[in-house]
């Protein structure tokens, strides 16, 4: 098993589209760039839902035709097969899909019973495959869910598996609610590592109680190496900053890196990246490890 | 091996004094007392170091002589043997005390070389022994110094092996400045608990670059059942609310809690002593699962 950890960058699509200001196109691809100049290649950068849902993120074909397609692996958030026939036509190959484990969420949240959501996950994941892209499934409310409480550990992973078999290229472990634990993460990603290998498996999780570095490093023992993370934690409520986004890039690579696991990000490289988001966000960003720096640097 | 953890608190000592606000020894009390109604039975209620150095702790006496003491697990902190015969008269019976792992932090702190320090060392445990009372010997800087970087991971684990060895009933594995990985906590603590056992070694960890809690969780994993932590994360620097604190006390709970592994602690509960120490420190205090409690609340 190869030690090296890819990190999936989504601050420029979960991130952005969390927060109240709307980030120009210009801006968006600014931030993108000290990203990579940070050593990021593997980046989430648009979603191709409907901009009257998502109006952070209207600007999905200007900001995918702004950036070099061949030069790094980009993505794109599709929510169905319209939204994917929109994203195609701008020559992204790598895609996301949003399967919930909890009914109760799915039809709250996308007005589809577990099953519809099911079947139109397995159509999008068809179509990509048809056509020779990368597909990759997140399973939101992996651990918890607002409504129902603690998701059953063997339901979700038995989803996960059955996504991977009909087709899936990856699916992602998400605790969008920051609700799990290192023990919970371990039971759901262990199974899935040794049935279908760590290519195949990326996990996501947000720090909304502090528990995500903890989940990070479980899943690691695992040997899960595909993991999504957000710069300065962007993502949280715009209100409560730093609470409940996602896990701070900066703080994973900061981890990695001590420990003698390549990420091939340069910690030190990604401040300009976190002072440029907060600046276009009005935001206050940054995770514990990029407190610290500008603490010792100051 | 016992699945229990022992949670140390440590917020009336370390936690409250770094903070630049002198808090009384009756709110000190009525901080406790709101802790011990959560279910802490470990907490570490004063130091005897000079007060001229540490003016925040000079009420030592006083606040031992506010407790039951054979209702719970009380400990104060002793700088040599002079402090050992002050505490002794309050009539504790546990007592911790701090070697560094780090020669130039040693000379810096206590104008002390390493053998100098661990001469003392081994008198003040000696002398603890013979009065049949509990030593626990705070390695810190065991991850890295300020002022050396990080610091070899076998003299770690030698010394403390060596302290152990002399007759201290515990070690614990300090990461004072919180620049340690979750690897490196698994390196320092697996050999000493497979050759002394759990009973024998604490984790004491700060959160300065957000890796608290996965050096938790690994140290848990390795078999480690003793921690230190700090209500609402108090013992960083004011100025930096929260920053560069102890483990927050409510995030081990909630996560240890949420595993279904026993602490004996009850989450909530702990918002009302966080709330207190906020009043009498006037600083902004909760680990980020306290901040998610609140919000779900209001």
């Excluded at 099911?118 to 990368?134: L, S």
């Excluded at 990759?136 to 129902?148: G, K, L, N, Q, T």
């Excluded at 609470?243 to 703080?251: K, M």
Aim: proline content about 3%; overall charge negative; some cysteine.
């Amino acid at each position: 098993m190869s030690d090296r950890i890819i990190l999936n960058e989504v601050g420029l699509r979960d991130g952005l589209q969390n927060q109240a200001t709307i980030v120009s196109t210009e801006d968006k691809l600014k931030l993108l760039e000290l990203l990579e100049q940070a050593g990021l290649t593997h980046l989430e950068i648009a979603s191709f839902v409907h901009p009257k849902v998502v109006p952070q993120m209207a600007d999905a074909e200007a900001v995918v035709s702004g950036v070099d397609l061949s030069s790094r692996r980009y993505s794109g958030l599709i929510p169905n097969l319209r939204g994917y026939e929109r994203a195609k036509l701008t020559g992204l190959r790598e895609f996301g899909l949003i399967m919930s484990a909890s009914s109760t969420f799915s039809e709250r949240n996308v007005k589809m019973s577990l099953d519809q959501a099911r079947a139109t996950c397995d159509e999008v994941v068809d179509a990509i495959k048809a056509d020779g892209g990368h597909s990759r499934v997140y399973i939101s409310c992996a651990c918890a869910c607002p409504y129902e409480g603690k998701i059953d550990e063997d339901f979700v992973v038995g989803l996960a598996a059955d996504i991977l078999e009909k087709g899936a290229n990856e699916v992602s472990i998400s605790d969008t609610i920051g609700a799990g634990t290192p023990l919970q993460i371990a039971n759901l990603t262990a199974p899935l590592i040794q049935q279908y290998g760590a290519e195949r498996v990326n996990l996501h999780v947000h720090d909304t109680r502090g528990q995500a570095l903890g989940m990070v490093w479980s899943a690691y023992l695992q040997g899960v190496r595909n993991f999504d993370a957000s710069i300065g934690g962007l993502g949280g409520c715009p209100f409560a900053p730093g609470a409940s986004g996602n896990v701070a890039t900066e703080d994973l690579v900061y981890m990695f890196n001590q420990s003698g696991i390549t990420t091939g990000v340069d910690f030190e490289a990604l401040e300009r990246a976190v002072a440029f988001a907060e600046a276009v966000t009005g935001s206050v960003l940054g995770g514990k490890s990029m407190q610290w720096l500008r603490r010792k640097s100051t």
